[in-house]
């Protein structure tokens, strides 16, 4: 079974810096997809950027970027200008890309990262 | 956007009651996913479906819950008899599962179910 791990339970940085939230995760499959998850106290679950396994590149959207390393298994975020509207729940998610395997499909969450913005 | 849409928003109910929970994903998505958020536990997947057939209910207490799929834009999630312990927010999410797709799932914002 799949495992995402988030070792740092609570962030904190000051408006207009950066941070890096990470993500670990445990797998024997090959062909997977990565997420990150915002969860501001609404509670509605926002996507926020998405990497495909198979893809060197690592994925960026505005002021997020992540930094995937395969071979470690690591999927970090990095938030970039960081702004109030950021402080959320931030989680990791893994989905497994395997058609054949009994969790294809399946979205495999971390314990979440509270990130807090200081003005 | 289009949206998933959860109802109840909230839910308080006391032990013992049923629990019916609705979901209505967005059109043409294919899988539908119900998770339990909690404090502890964190996001646990309960039952997932595949054009409406059960793939995964593994992680659901058969002995009360039950998922179904009536039709392509409802998915309910039911409770009998409901107990403190499924004090939770509940999520539905929906997207599509087809080859190589490069979309995430989109989630509703959830049923929030207090058993007292």
């Known amino acids: 079974a799949q495992t995402v791990t988030q070792s740092q339970p609570e962030m904190s940085v000051q408006e207009a810096e950066t941070v890096t939230l990470s993500c670990t995760y445990d797998t024997s499959e090959s062909d997977y997809y990565l997420f990150w998850y915002k969860q501001p106290p609404s509670r509605q679950m926002i996507l926020v950027i998405r990497?495909?396994?198979?893809?060197?590149q690592n994925a960026t959207e505005n002021r997020f970027s992540v930094n995937f390393q395969k071979a470690a298994k690591s999927f970090s975020l990095k938030i970039s200008d960081s702004q109030l509207g950021d402080a959320a729940m931030y989680f990791c998610?893994?989905?497994?890309?395997?058609?054949?395997?009994?969790?294809?499909?399946?979205?495999?969450f971390g314990q979440g990262t509270i990130l807090t913005v200081h003005p | 956007d289009a949206r998933v849409t959860q109802t109840p928003r909230d839910k308080v109910t006391e032990m013992g009651q049923e629990v019916t929970m609705r979901c209505q994903p967005i059109l043409g998505h294919n899988t539908v996913f119900w998770y339990r958020q909690t404090m502890m536990q964190g996001l646990e997947l309960l039952a997932y479906?595949?054009?409406?057939?059960?793939?995964?209910d593994s992680g659901m207490p058969k002995d009360r819950f039950s998922a179904e799929m009536p039709d392509a834009t409802l998915a309910t999630l039911k409770i009998q008899p409901s107990e403190p312990r499924d004090s939770a927010v509940y999520f539905c999410?929906?997207?599509?599962?087809?080859?190589?797709?490069?979309?995430?799932?989109?989630f509703g914002s959830g049923t929030r179910l207090t058993v007292v």
């Open positions: 998610a893994y989905r497994s890309d395997n058609a054949g395997g009994t969790s294809y499909g399946k979205l495999t």
């Open positions: 999410a929906s997207g599509i599962l087809s080859g190589r797709t490069i979309y995430g799932y989109t």
């Open positions: 479906f595949r054009n409406r057939a059960p793939l995964d």
């Open positions: 990497q495909e396994a198979y893809k060197q």
